[in-house]
């Protein structure tokens, strides 16, 4: 590997995180004006999408570690916009629910979230949006071959 090629690397990191900080940030604070954290969002928006999840699941498809996912499901009992459901077929798992209170809850937030969302990353083409997309998931692919180093 050349300097030149390294620096090229670390610069696209740089500006990679950067960008990801700028975005989250903002997307963080539009999260917290509805009462929720970034990671109580999460839960509710991947319960929202894609219906109810075990629990012992919710942590790999949100990034989040397994020991915070009982914290997060027990705030949002608590808040009652989600419930616990036993699995019909096996003791050992249970799901995560979205309540009604916590449908009407993203009815409101997510079409904002997502129009944010979309004028923020509007500066790129759909083209450039999509080859952004496609290199991202290579880059991202090929850094989990790291992981266990």
Not at 3 to 11: H, N, P, R
Not at 24 to 35: E, L, V
Not at 65 to 87: C, F, H, N, P, W
Request: one cysteine or more; charged letters at 30%; glycine letters at 4%.
């Amino acid at each position: 590997m050349t300097q030149k090629a390294s620096e090229k690397s670390l610069k696209l990191f740089i500006v990679l995180s950067r960008a990801y900080r700028s975005i989250n940030d903002h997307m963080n604070k539009h999260i917290h004006k509805h009462g929720l954290n970034p990671t109580e969002f999460a839960v509710l928006e991947l319960l929202y999408h894609k219906g109810d999840q075990p629990l012992q699941q919710i942590g790999d498809k949100i990034l989040l570690a397994s020991g915070s996912i009982t914290y997060v499901v027990d705030k949002l009992e608590q808040k009652e916009l989600l419930t616990r459901k036993a699995s019909p077929t096996d003791r050992r798992v249970t799901f995560a629910q979205i309540t009604e209170k916590g449908i009407h809850l993203l009815n409101d937030i997510f079409p904002g979230h997502a129009a944010e969302i979309h004028e923020m990353i509007s500066v790129l083409s759909e083209e450039e949006k999509e080859m952004c997309t496609e290199m991202l998931k290579r880059v991202g692919l090929n850094a989990k071959h790291f992981r266990n180093k």
